[in-house]
């Protein structure tokens, strides 16, 4: 139903940065947050970022500090600043809307992000 495309990952080495952006292919509303999730081999999916319809965030404490997750109506995306990234940080990326903490739409791809020591 709605197609989601996550962008902007890639290979960096640690202490590095990395923006990702997110463009769902409907237009999205304050009624509902949007979320940045990862997951790495062999691991559950974890919400790493959320921001609400106004501007409110809330980062995982694994990401705080150094995350920064911010949306744009007028362009439609959700982009997330990724600062002093870690090895850890490897994952697949997905974004999503989210409203009373259950995803609202069908995953997508994701984006690959590596952190090299």
């Known amino acids: 139903q709605v197609q989601l495309v996550e962008s902007g990952g890639g290979l960096v080495q640690a202490g590095g940065s990395l923006r990702l952006s997110c463009a769902p292919s409907v237009r999205t509303f304050n009624y509902y947050g949007l979320a940045w999730f990862r997951q790495a081999p062999g691991k559950e999916r974890e919400l790493v970022a959320f921001?609400?319809?106004?501007?409110?965030?809330n980062y995982a404490d694994s990401v705080k500090g150094r995350f920064t997750i911010s949306r744009d109506y007028a362009k439609n995306t959700v982009y997330l600043q990724m600062d002093s990234l870690k090895p850890e940080d490897t994952a697949v990326y997905y974004c999503?809307?989210?409203?009373?903490?259950?995803?609202?739409?069908?995953w997508g791809q994701g984006t690959q992000v590596t952190v090299s020591s």
């Open positions: 921001i609400t319809g106004t501007f409110t965030t």
């Open positions: 999503n809307a989210v409203r009373f903490g259950v995803p609202l739409w069908d």
